[in-house]
């Protein structure tokens, strides 16, 4: 039972290319959630998505894109790469929400520098 | 908008001593508010949570206290050990499509 992976780990792009950062999860959630950390900022919410097949924008989602083409799947895009979207990306995913549980589950991290 | 505030971006105490971590949030319609703990090139782990309806959650170590009036919460971590060094951020529940509001963290450094 591996939880939440992502993939990859760290990356270095130049403005301007793209990439997609991967995120996998082997527990039957049905809710899935990008974030990404800044220094002094916390984790924000970019996209999120309640199902297979659904997303939905968080707080900072311009810039990316998002797909959830397979239940334990969830990928982030960046179309063309900015230097503010340097950061460390997270993946989460959770069971629905539902009392007493609100717990989200989050994977490892993807280091991400653009120059 | 920063909904969920942690003013104190760090905090260092001697191990066995209390650690007391603060969040402050601005939203009444928050529920539920959550800790979690983070390790350095790890992702974010669930620590301990609190529902609206309590003032007082404890779990081994840790105990969550809510002040709903205030729109204030604490975490108390006694006695604090080295491997309570650590990032802990706050975070609070918001609308029923489970997404959280985190605070920005607060890094606590325990000494021997």
């Known amino acids: 039972n591996a939880g939440v992976t992502q993939t990859p780990k760290f990356r270095v792009l130049k403005t301007g290319q793209s990439m997609t950062l991967l995120c996998a999860q082997d527990m039957n959630h049905e809710y899935m959630y990008w974030y990404r950390q800044d220094p002094g900022m916390g984790l924000r919410l970019i996209h999120y998505?309640?199902?297979?097949?659904?997303?939905a924008k968080g707080e900072v989602p311009d810039g990316y894109n998002v797909s959830r083409l397979k239940k334990q799947n969830f990928l982030l895009g960046l179309e063309s790469a900015a230097p503010s979207q340097t950061s460390v990306y997270f993946c989460?995913?959770?069971?629905?929400?539902?009392?007493?549980?609100?717990?989200?589950?989050f994977g490892p991290g993807t280091r991400l520098t653009v120059t | 908008d920063q909904q969920v505030k942690q003013n104190s971006p760090s905090l260092s105490v001697q191990e066995g001593r209390i650690s007391i971590l603060n969040c402050d949030y601005t939203?009444?319609?928050?529920?539920?508010f959550l800790w979690y703990k983070k390790y350095p090139a790890e992702g974010p782990t669930f620590l301990i949570s609190?529902?609206?309806?309590?003032d007082k959650n404890e779990d081994g170590r840790f105990t969550v206290f809510l002040n709903k009036s205030a729109k204030h919460l604490s975490l108390h971590i006694v006695p604090s050990q080295p491997g309570d060094s650590a990032v802990y951020f706050c975070a609070a529940y918001r609308d029923s499509w489970g997404k959280l509001q985190f605070g920005a963290g607060t890094q606590v450094v325990v000494t021997p």
């Open positions: 939203n009444s319609m928050f529920d539920y």
């Open positions: 998505s309640v199902g297979e097949g659904t997303t």
């Open positions: 989460a995913s959770s069971s629905k929400p539902d009392r007493p549980t609100y717990e989200q589950y």
């Open positions: 609190i529902s609206s309806i309590k």
